[in-house]
T-cell receptor, first 117, second 111 residues
Framework: DTGVSQDPRHKITKRGQNVTFRCDPISEHNRLYWYRQTLGQGPEFLTYFQNEAQLEKSRLLSDRFSAERPKGSFSTLEIQRTEQGDSAMYLC???????????????FGPGTRLTVT | DAKTTQPNSMESNEEEPVHLPCNHSTISGTDYIHWYRQLPSQGPEYVIHGLTSNVNNRMASLAIAEDRKSSTLILHRATLRDAAVYYCILADTGANSKLTFGKGITLSVRP
């Protein structure tokens, strides 16, 4: 297994366009997370899936953002009508169901860097 | 979410031990202490986590104070590859287990 992968690694788009990012988690992991990271800050939680169910969404996730995880495997994050403030690194992470009590380390992908011009 | 406090930055010499401190005075009984690090242009990487007892793994050691209000990540022998931002995070064993990152501590390693 090669870890969490994300595609594309970089995306440049014009304001107002729609973009979609893909995340492929580690195959046996049923939890999947999306985070956003701006320059000089730590990652911020956006949303979380347990299998195909989206169980929590941050207030950061405006109605222009939508995430899916059909069949509980890969996930997509779509941003509609992009704004310059959406420019950031979008990170995906996966983790297994709790094994040892309290154990839930997350494995992050390399991220997709979005630049909105 | 309970918050952590870390220094902004720290410098170390290569091949010397590094102790990265973290304060978490409002930690609750069900909060685990997690450490992640992020190398330049990469996603965060899990380092170690613990609840009450000190923990060791191949990457580092985690020393947890008896009252759990502080902890220290110990890199036994720093290498240039250890230069990164290190995040100390408290995470409950609740259902979502999301991570709440602060700004972390930037570790520089001098050759």
């Amino acid at each position: 297994d090669t870890g969490v992968s994300q595609d594309p690694r970089h995306k440049i788009t014009k304001r107002g366009q729609n973009v979609t990012f893909r995340c492929d988690p580690i195959s046996e992991h049923n939890r999947l997370y999306w985070y956003r990271q701006t320059l000089g800050q730590g990652p911020e939680f956006l949303t979380y899936f347990q299998n195909e169910a989206q169980l929590e969404k941050s207030r950061l996730l405006s109605d222009r953002f939508s995430a899916e995880r059909p069949k509980g495997s890969f996930s997509t994050l779509e941003i509609q009508r992009t704004e310059q403030g959406d420019s950031a690194m979008y990170l995906c992470a996966s983790s297994p169901t709790l094994g040892r009590e309290g154990s839930y380390e997350q494995y992050f992908g390399p991220g997709t860097r979005l630049t909105v011009t | 979410d309970a918050k952590t406090t870390q220094p902004n930055s720290m410098e170390s010499n290569e091949e010397e031990p590094v102790h990265l401190p973290c304060n978490h005075s409002t930690i609750s009984g069900t909060d685990y202490i997690h450490w992640y690090r992020q190398l330049p242009s990469q996603g965060p990487e899990y380092v170690i986590h613990g609840l009450t007892s000190n923990v060791n793994n191949r990457m580092a050691s985690l020393a947890i104070a008896e009252d759990r209000k502080s902890s220290t990540l110990i890199l036994h022998r720093a290498t240039l590859r250890d230069a990164a931002v290190y995040y100390c995070i408290l995470a409950d064993t609740g259902a979502n287990s999301k991570l709440t990152f602060g700004k972390g501590i930037t570790l520089s390693v001098r050759p």
